[in-house]
């Protein structure tokens, strides 16, 4: 991967107006998409195969006239007067007599003063409510029918005497529509300030924050436009456009940094791009991939809408990652060697006025030798590694006093009730709750079919008897059938608040009570209504949690053994991503239920959060938190493997402790940057952030702050340290079934080292070549452009298996091999495509070497040319004849005399011949050095200190795989 992406950054690098005029296109495309299919979002909320929707499908096919939305309007009468006179009733009544000829979609009209209704006027006689019922859907209601509404109801208010008050609500106004307001800016100007602050450039710290919203851009539209094949909650596109930001942002500034700093040691800009997204872009691309599993995840959950919210996150995230790794680098291509900026010039004059003030001073005489300044993140990693154990227990004990509040945590639906104050749904909800009490903003419906009675009038009577019984319940406002006498539906109004977990305890007494009532009144209930709704919705997100929590760390765990070869570095970063969940969750806690900060941060109500936060939290956070822990942790495991200490066991330890020190200060910087930035992004959709979504931009903005200070930049490198050179031990079982993924760019630094190997013009070049399996060693193979090169000497099988390696479809486990001028095995990809490979003892030998030259552009291989019969040797000679003089040809076979007759045939006198029997000749240390350990490259002063050789014994923690 890494070689793919380092030829992607220098491709964009040198072809910037084509990637970015490709980009504005796809935002162009992806705009109007929105402009022309865009339906609008859907704020309805749904959960197939439930008993609430299975209720509320049957009452709409039964009984439409209460499965709908239903909207209200409480008038509450002045101090001291009777809600049932005039001119209080006179005017109602007026308003309800207009309001049945609102609009075709209002299917019913209720008056308080009905002698058929019963409780809609409150037992003081001082409030009254009026209530709709629309057909539909909230978002099925057109938007004339609602602007109608609400003029009456403002009629109504002009009209009544003064001191009364009036105020609309109800589900068709219960939710907001999220909206972007000037906090978010804030948090992109704390971000740039971040940016520019870290990179010392104020050109510089804007390409992070342009890709950034140009990604943003693209996956909004494209969510928009997705709304006429989908139904996307309001919520869905302003969580996307924070994770997008966010995100975006941190890709970017990874590849940058790294570019930054390679340009300021003096690399060539365009190599420094191309490195940048080899290396860099890997970690991004390993990183976006954790954050995609996690959000897609969300569909464990089983509902429909949090799915299509997953969906559309990981699409931002996947647009983010790919304007990262393509964009990024073609704004540098703009720069060129710009991007370094100012501090190196400054950092130069600071060095040639110290190195003036050492001459000055040694001309003087001896002098004591310098202390050596040392960085904050230095000490700050000398500190925490010189008390691990202490540091970890302070650590886990604070986030555990942290975690506390989360104990407190109730789940709900939002509802009017959690609007902003200024809101005439949440002044309707409060009154209606002050007046009726708090249960009637939410009515549970029992409904059942009712078709086998005989008396449906005194049934659903003598049901609404047993139901008024039950704890909990406040009063059974109607017990009906409909007009038809086949659908029955009890309306029951709760004690309690519609998001108070007793009407979800209420709601599961109703159910238990279906086979009694059943064997008793013969009818099959079920509990519906958007009350019930929200409560299944709720209880089956936490039932969720387990399994998504077991499906997240289980994958951390896999993830993070592939990328690091090693037992305890995932089980480290997995428990440390649980206490930043846990802590996170505390946090939200504390201010959601405790009601701490609650008005600063403009919380309109405390108690029950939104149901899908959690869910939401740990997806998010996941990917965050694995992208900080693979940034950080692989560069301890870079220094480590470089180190020459590590070989001597008495100072192996004392070298692993060195390698978390000096991996921490070599990325501190970046990650600090990055979390920031992350956190200034998320918490600026907390003051003025829809209700919605508060809980879950402070849950993120806490777990980042907790996750990337405490866990990663404390807790890790203290558990790294009590561990010492164990945490890079992986036992060889695991090591040789887990696939090796290339996330730092070891490949890119493997081209680079070898870039001057072989040395010649060799078509295809092997030193100490090793195929363990079939038993190939030490190869060493050299073929010139135009040249045949005969391989004898081995099993068949073992040269099968060299002709695959040689071809870019097989792995080696060691040495080194270029091909075509590509470096296998991260080049594998690129020999594929242009070398060919005939297997000429399967059938139609013929036809096989006819494709195998197809198209080929300097090289062909040919295994097993002995198996061939006389006239197919003819066919195949002819067709290398055809080929030309300036075809490279790589002939396997045990009988070398068959093979050399195939090539003279084919006018191809001149063949060299290697014996794999025979020793191959001796490689330098360098060489010897990447034939054995090609997992990290190391540094050039390590070079010549004697490795290890291909097939030596070595010690678990060494990186010996080489994959294609």
């Not at 969510?223 to 094949?229: E, L, N, P, V």
């Not at 965050?624 to 066991?649: G, I, N, T, W």
């Amino acid at each position: 991967m890494s070689t793919l992406l380092s030829s992607l950054g220098r491709w964009s690098f040198r072809h910037p107006w084509r990637v970015l005029v490709s980009w504005l296109l796809v935002l162009g495309i992806a705009g109007g998409g929105a402009l022309v299919l865009g339906a609008g979002t859907d704020n309805s909320f749904s959960i197939p195969g439930t008993e609430s929707q299975a209720g509320l499908e049957q009452l709409s096919r039964t009984f439409p006239q209460v499965s709908g939305t239903n909207a209200q309007f409480i008038v509450v009468a002045a101090p001291g007067d009777d809600i049932r006179d005039d001119p209080y009733r006179a005017d109602i009544e007026k308003s309800v007599k207009d309001l049945t000829n609102l609009d075709d979609s209002v299917l019913a009209v209720t008056s308080p003063y009905d002698e058929n209704i019963s409780g809609m006027v409150n037992a003081e006689h001082s409030a009254a409510i009026v209530r709709l019922q629309f057909e539909g859907q909230a978002t099925d209601v057109p938007a004339q029918a609602k602007a109608d509404l609400q003029k009456q109801v403002d009629e109504l208010r002009t009209a009544l005497p003064d001191g009364s008050q009036v105020a609309l609500g109800g589900d068709l106004f219960a939710m907001s529509i999220p909206a972007i307001t000037i906090t978010e800016a804030v948090g992109l100007l704390i971000a740039l300030l971040v940016l520019i602050v870290t990179f010392r450039s104020f050109v510089v710290a804007g390409l992070p924050l342009l890709t950034a919203i140009l990604g943003v851009g693209i996956s909004m539209a494209g969510i928009f436009a997705a709304t006429a094949f989908a139904s996307v909650s309001s919520t869905t596109p302003l969580l996307a456009l924070m994770l997008g930001l966010a995100v975006g942002i941190d890709y970017s500034l990874f590849i940058v940094a790294r570019h930054q700093d390679q340009v300021r040691d003096g690399v060539d800009p365009e190599e420094s791009a191309s490195r940048a997204v080899g290396t860099a872009g890997s970690a991004v691309v390993f990183a976006g991939i954790t954050v995609l599993i996690a959000l897609i995840g969300l569909g464990f959950a089983g509902i429909p809408f949090l799915t299509t919210m997953g969906i559309a996150a990981s699409v931002a995230v996947a647009i983010s990652v790919m304007i990262a790794i393509t964009l990024t680098p073609a704004l540098l291509g703009f720069l060129k060697g710009r991007v370094a900026g100012r501090p190196r010039r400054a950092a130069e004059k600071v060095a040639k006025a110290a190195e003036k003030k050492t001459a000055l001073r040694q001309a003087q005489g001896p002098m004591p030798k310098p202390a050596v300044r040392r960085t904050f993140s230095e000490r700050w990693a000398a500190g925490v590694t010189k008390r691990p154990i202490l540091v970890t227990i302070a650590v886990v004990l604070g986030l555990g006093i942290i975690a506390i509040p989360a104990l407190s945590l109730n789940l709900a639906l939002p509802n009017a009730g959690v609007l902003p104050k200024d809101s005439e749904a949440r002044q309707s909800y409060d009154l209606t709750a002050d007046e009726f009490g708090p249960g009637f903003n939410g009515p549970l419906i029992l409904t059942g079919t009712i078709v086998t009675s005989t008396d449906p009038l005194n049934l659903m009577e003598d049901l609404g008897a047993a139901v008024e019984k039950l704890p909990g319940v406040r009063e059974v406002a109607l017990a009906t059938p409909n007009e038809t006498a086949d659908t029955g539906i009890v309306q029951i109004i709760p004690n309690t608040a519609p998001d108070d977990p007793a009407t979800a305890d209420l709601v599961r007494e109703l159910r238990s009570h279906h086979d009694e009532w059943q064997k008793e009144f013969g009818i099959d209930l079920k509990v519906t209504g958007f009350t019930a709704v929200a409560i299944d919705i709720s209880d089956q997100l936490g039932a969720a949690l387990l399994p998504f929590g077991v499906f997240v760390i289980g994958l951390s765990l896999i993830l993070l053994a592939i990328v690091f070869r090693s037992i305890w570095v995932p089980v480290t970063a997995a428990i440390g991503y649980l206490l930043s969940i846990i802590a996170a969750f505390g946090v939200v806690g504390a201010v959601f239920e405790w009601g701490w900060f609650a008005d600063a941060l403009h919380v309109a109500r405390t108690g029950p959060i939104i149901s899908f936060m959690p869910i939401v939290l740990m997806g998010v956070l996941f990917g965050l938190a694995m992208d900080y822990q693979v940034f950080l942790v692989s560069r301890m495991r870079e220094d480590f493997v470089h180190d020459k200490a590590r070989h001597d066991p008495a100072t192996r330890r004392e070298s692993a402790i060195r390698a978390v020190r000096t991996g921490f200060s070599s990325t501190a910087r970046v990650v600090t940057a990055a979390a920031l930035i992350m956190f200034a992004v998320f918490v600026a959709f907390v003051p003025e952030g829809d209700s919605s979504l508060k809980p879950i931009a402070l849950g993120l903005a806490a777990g980042i702050a907790i996750d990337a200070f405490l866990v990663r930049m404390t807790l890790i490198p203290a558990v790294m340290a009590i561990l010492g050179d164990r945490a890079w031990r992986i036992p060889r079982w695991m090591e040789r079934i887990l696939p090796h993924v290339d996330i730092e760019g070891e490949a890119v630094e493997r081209e680079r080292a070898l870039a001057e190997w072989p040395g010649d013009d060799s078509i295809l070049a092997a030193d100490d070549l090793d195929i363990s399996a079939v038993d190939v060693a030490g190869a060493h193979l050299r073929l010139a452009p135009g040249g045949s090169l005969i391989v004898t000497g081995a099993a068949p099988r073992a040269l099968r298996a060299l002709s695959l390696a040689v071809a870019g479809r097989m792995k080696t486990d060691a040495g080194m091999l270029r091909v075509d001028g590509h470096l296998l095995p991260g080049r594998a990809a690129w020999v594929r495509a242009r070398v060919g490979i005939a297997l000429l003892s399967e059938p139609d030998a013929a036809t096989q070497a006819a494709e195998a030259l197809r198209g080929r552009a300097g090289l062909v291989v040919l295994d097993g040319v002995d198996r061939l019969t006389s006239a197919e040797r003819d066919q195949v000679a002819a067709r290398l004849r055809d080929a030309g003089p300036d075809l490279a040809v790589f002939v396997t076979a045990t009988d070398a005399d068959s093979a050399r007759a195939l090539l003279t045939e084919a006018g191809r006198s001149a063949a060299s011949v290697v014996d794999l029997r025979d020793p191959a000749p001796a490689t330098s240390a360098e060489d010897r050095l990447w034939g054995a350990d090609v997992g990290f490259p190391t540094a050039e002063a390590d070079v010549l200190a004697p490795q290890p050789v291909a097939g030596a014994t070595t010690d678990s923690s060494d990186t010996t795989e080489v994959t294609a």
